[in-house]
């Protein structure tokens, strides 16, 4: 069975720190590039930060580069995403999502969510 299970939301005060973890089992790990995503009451899904398969290169919305800093142990099927300098608006939802590539077919699970609150 495919599972992502994030953990580590919570509430903190503006300008506090989180580090939110994805542990990931039921599939092959390393084969997959693993995103974070948020959703915002009233607002769609967008996505914050990513990070390959193949080289573990990661990229970051505008909105928290250089606040954010994403890492996987692929060792431990586990991904972590710190998050500095935490302002109201990064108050949503964060999802973990893995994203695969089979022969033009696209993969993708989704963890249930954990609610991140800071407030001002």
């Known amino acids: 069975e495919v599972q992502l299970v994030e953990s580590g939301g919570g509430l903190v005060q503006a300008g506090g720190s989180l580090r939110l973890s994805c542990a990931a089992s039921?599939?092959?790990?390393?084969?997959?590039?693993i995103g974070w995503f948020r959703q915002a009451p009233g607002k769609e899904r967008e996505g914050v930060s990513c990070?390959?398969?193949?080289?573990?290169?990661?990229n970051y919305a505008d909105s928290v580069k250089g606040r954010f800093t994403l890492a996987r142990d692929n060792a431990k099927n586990m991904v972590y995403l710190q998050m500095n300098s935490l302002k109201p608006e990064d108050t949503a939802v964060y999802y973990c999502?893995?994203?695969?590539?089979?022969?033009?077919?696209?993969?993708?699970?989704w963890g249930q969510g954990t609610q991140v609150t800071v407030s001002s």
């Open positions: 999502n893995a994203h695969t590539i089979v022969i033009l077919t696209p993969f993708d699970y």
């Open positions: 039921g599939f092959t790990f390393d084969d997959y590039a």
């Open positions: 990070i390959s398969s193949s080289d573990g290169s990661t």
